[in-house]
């Protein structure tokens, strides 16, 4: 991508120059890239205008991801944890960052599933059948029908049960996720020393994202994209012996939380 010339929005990129990896910045129709490093880069908010509708969504975050030749950025290990962090430490100037990140627990949600273990969304009910997945990337390339690797059971904190899944590190707040929404964002707040990870729904428009859209105001969200190039090596997620639609409900669990 060629670098831009025009001052704004691309003053930003002044503020970053002292980052280690090259910075990229696009001059298109569309608003590029804010910063970078080599394997992550985030777009701004404004990318979530399209056709002249404003809609900040996990579909609309895989669109601007796609369009850009990258994914959206999967949050599975400490090295995953350091990168996308240096993304974010090239934004310091923003309090607060949302992204959606690549997994999601819809699988369990899905028609895949018998009605009785069956996850349903904002239903504490069926908590326990909820398996949030890793689902992008290598993930998707490497595991049965692309259905990804579990990494957390149980859609709400405050019911028994919930845990990491396959020795996954996790990142939610303390008592998240919340909602029983499906989806895991991202969260970076310049007061706190860690990311964190909220459960949100697919669609910052759906009616239950009004109880939590407060406290996350959808201008504060953003693109963090994945740069993936495919490979044949190993992935770095430890396979599951059985994927198959009953292991939402068999899975075991590799910690329980209190």
């Not at 704004?8 to 970053?16: I, K, M, R, S």
């Not at 939610?172 to 919340?178: A, G």
């Not at 909602?179 to 729904?201: C, Q």
Request: net charge negative; glycine share 8%; hydrophobic share 35%.
């Amino acid at each position: 991508m060629s670098k831009g010339t025009h001052a704004t929005p691309y003053a930003l990129v002044l503020a970053l120059l002292c980052v280690v990896h090259p910075l990229q910045v696009a001059v298109s129709a569309k608003e590029g890239p804010i910063a970078s490093t080599k394997e992550y880069i985030i777009f701004p908010n404004e990318r979530f205008q399209e056709g002249g509708q404003y809609l900040v969504s996990h579909g609309a975050t895989e669109r601007i991801c796609r369009e850009e030749g990258a994914i959206l950025a999967t949050d599975h290990s400490e090295a995953t944890d350091a990168a996308i962090n240096e993304v974010h430490s090239t934004l310091a100037h923003e309090q607060i960052i949302y992204s959606y990140l690549g997994g999601d627990a819809t699988f369990s949600a899905s028609d895949a599933q018998d009605a009785g273990s069956r996850c349903k969304e904002a239903d504490n009910s069926t908590s326990i059948h909820c398996v949030y997945r890793w689902n992008r990337g290598l993930f998707d390339a490497t595991t049965t029908n692309g259905i990804g690797e579990a990494f957390w059971r149980g859609s709400y904190r405050s019911i028994p049960g919930g845990s990491p899944m396959n020795d996954f590190p996790f990142r939610w707040i303390k008592d998240y996720p919340q909602h029983g929404f499906l989806y895991p964002i991202s969260r970076r707040f310049d007061e706190e020393k860690e990311r964190t990870w909220f459960d949100e729904p697919e669609d910052t428009g759906n009616e239950g994202a009004h109880a939590v859209r407060a406290e996350r105001p959808i201008r504060f969200y953003v693109a963090l994209c994945n740069i993936y190039v495919p490979t044949t090596s190993a992935p770095v997620p430890q396979p599951e012996s059985d994927e198959n639609a009953s292991e939402e409900l068999n899975g075991t669990n590799a910690n329980e939380t209190a």
